[in-house]
């Protein structure tokens, strides 16, 4: 029999080998799962054995991860705010930068505040969801035109029982007439075409590229969104949307062409505008 420690030592090796950066925290978060213990227990017990089903799985798990697969498609979740979601290949990762759109919401708007709120592209609910399990009062509608993503929004919907306050509709944010919003909030993709090929293997081989190409300046899928907003809003209402860290003043531009008054833009932890936050008057 194999012990923690021998196995974690073996895949460690071999991730290193395949030019995998984070071998052993990924070799650790990998078996924690497998074992479902957590990764400090793997240390405390290092000396324990694996049976053979779980060395197996682990050894799975690991030949994924040496062909670059996101942990979070291997593992088929991914931590975002305060939750746990279920995420695929037919949905992009969640980001710790994209939780600003969560804390601005927050901000804006107190507990006992009743908003209807739309999320334009939603991939795998994670942003609507973490504001309506913070906000009782808040109705929500997603929109996506990948089927496969709405059925994960669904499935994510279900697991945090809000799928009462949540409607998704299959269609593009330029072909949706249902409703009046008072808070439209979205991440759109939004990377240049030929900027594609500069990301890393784990993003560009494995995520949906539906959620990352903005067309050929970036913009494509953006002012859809802005165009879209400006109908859908109610006066007054607000656009939080993410953008990309070059995008600042060229945003601006469009949003004002669209009658949108630019609250701010709020930077991400690397310090990159990430986050824009405006009115629609």
Known sequence: MINIQSLLSEAKKELINSSVISAEIDSEILLSNVLKVKRDKLIINSQK???????????????????????????????????????????LIPRPDTEILIEQVLKKYQK??????????????????????????????????????LNIAKYNAKIHH?????KFHKSSVDKFFKGKYDLIISNPPYIKKFELKYLENDIIGFEPNLALEGGNDGFLVTKQVIKGSSRLLKKGGSLIMEIGFD???????ILEKENFFVNKIIKDYGENHRCVICTKF
């Open 49 to 91: 054995t694996v049976n053979v089903k779980n060395i197996k799985k682990f050894n799975s798990f690991i030949e994924r991860r040496k062909k670059k697969e996101p942990i979070a498609y291997i593992l088929n979740k991914k931590d975002f705010w305060k939750s746990t979601f279920f995420v695929d290949k037919n949905v």
């Open 112 to 149: 006992n505040k009743k908003i209807s709120i739309l999320d334009v592209g939603t991939g795998s609910g994670c942003i609507i969801i973490s504001i309506l399990k913070e906000r009782e009062n808040f109705m929500g509608c997603a929109i996506d035109i990948s089927k496969k993503a």
């Open 162 to 166: 809000l799928e009462n306050r949540i």
């Open 247 to 253: 995008q600042k003043m060229r945003i601006k531009k």
